[in-house]
């Protein structure tokens, strides 16, 4: 049984719609083979226990969207901080969905691949690759930044791109520990032509 079930017809209020329609917003912009339901309805990923906070559904949704939608980032850099965060935590189905998203950002497997291993990926541009290495630093940060870390940061990136990165990191946090709430791991049949990245082997042991 589902974790979160789905809430049933009967059941149904005007914040469910708007969870779906948030969803399909979000999704109206991902690769069409990426599915947030499973074969029964189910919702899939960190969408699945929005439902059973009815009160943070709205706020939720505009940071979401102001977060990922800010011009700071390309898509490819989007993507590759979402794979540092990845790289630390084990989201299967963050995983799977931000394959094809990558992918269709212009980054190649073995990027892709590499990324989620922890290891900057081949062929980025300093930007990039300062992108993906404060990310990762962020998902590890349990302490205050060293002054170095953040001088070398802002020096690549600036002020507002460093500041806006924590904030797309946080963003990502958030999801992947609501995606991990939600189910043990569920995500759609693999099916041909799919590309799933490997989870870290850190996971596997």
């Not at 009160?55 to 700071?72: G, N, S």
């Not at 590890?140 to 060293?146: E, F």
């Amino acid at each position: 049984m589902a974790r979160f079930p789905t809430i049933s017809a009967e059941e149904r209020t005007p914040t469910t719609d708007f969870i779906e329609q948030g969803i399909r917003q979000t999704f109206a912009k991902v690769p069409p083979q990426v599915e947030w339901k499973d074969a029964s309805g189910t919702i899939l990923g960190p969408y699945a226990a929005l439902p059973y906070t009815d009160d943070l559904v709205k706020p939720w949704f505009t940071l979401a969207f102001a977060i990922t939608r800010q011009e700071r980032f390309t898509l490819r850099e989007r993507e590759l901080a979402i794979f540092a965060i990845q790289a630390e935590y084990d989201a299967l189905y963050v995983l799977y969905a931000h394959s094809e998203i990558a992918l269709a950002a212009g980054l190649s497997r073995e990027q892709i691949q590499q990324a989620v291993d922890g290891m900057v990926p081949d062929g980025l541009d300093e930007q990039e690759a300062m992108v993906y290495s404060l990310a990762l630093k962020l998902a590890k940060l349990r302490r205050p930044m060293q002054d170095d870390v953040y001088d070398e940061a802002v020096g690549v990136l600036g002020r507002d791109r460093v500041a806006g990165l924590a904030h797309l990191v946080s963003l990502y946090v958030n999801a992947v520990m609501l995606a991990n709430l939600g189910s043990d791991g569920d995500v759609p049949p693999k099916k041909e032509g799919i590309f799933t990245a490997r989870r870290n082997p850190t996971f596997e042991e």
